[in-house]
């Protein structure tokens, strides 16, 4: 019986070398010289500092460009608000998501099941959605699907077998 799998995931490596990037550019930006502005990654969060927040608002999109430019969706970012630091500096936390929730599972599940195809089957397994079929065909239009609604999460899909 043909399967795939949906998933939520982030390239770390490739956040990595978004954010070295983005450091490397706002150390050599003239409108960021004097502000001491830094990005950091520990885990599945980075936290942007800066002087200012209006010099914390351009790291951000210079971080966001970077991050477009190595195909890592924005929709993985969960931003936290903008606090103030030591010193009158400004600083936020933005969280990777990776995974899919239960909300948003059940959001999946119902979206597949109102498609209204009657050999397609779906069910949570952890942090990834199973979805089986009788079809080949049927699995290809649950994909396409998915790929045309925003759940405000990236969506992957493996481990498609037949």
């Known amino acids: 019986m043909p399967t795939f799998d949906v998933v ?3 390239d770390l490596q490739e956040v990595r070398n978004a954010v ?3 450091s490397r550019e706002a150390s050599q930006r003239f409108d960021f010289k004097g502000t001491d502005s830094t990005i950091e990654l520990t885990g599945h969060e980075l936290v942007l500092e800066s002087a200012s927040e209006d010099r914390l608002k351009a790291l ?3 971080l966001e460009e970077r991050l477009v430019r190595r195909e890592v969706s924005l929709k993985a970012l969960q931003r936290g608000s903008i606090e103030e630091a030591a010193k ?3 600083r936020q936390r933005i969280t990777l998501a990776a995974g899919i929730s239960a909300d948003h599972a059940k959001k999946l599940n119902k979206f597949i099941k109102d498609m209204g195809l009657k050999s397609v089957s779906s069910q949570t397994q952890g942090d990834q959605l199973r979805v089986t079929s009788k079809k080949r ?6 994909i396409t699907a998915l790929k045309a609604e925003d759940f405000g999460i990236p969506l992957q899909f493996t481990n498609f077998r037949d």
């Open 8 to 10: 939520s995931e982030v």
């Open 20 to 22: 070295d990037q983005a």
């Open 60 to 62: 951000v999109q210079v």
């Open 88 to 90: 009158g500096r400004a």
């Open 137 to 142: 065909d049927d699995l290809q239009a649950v």
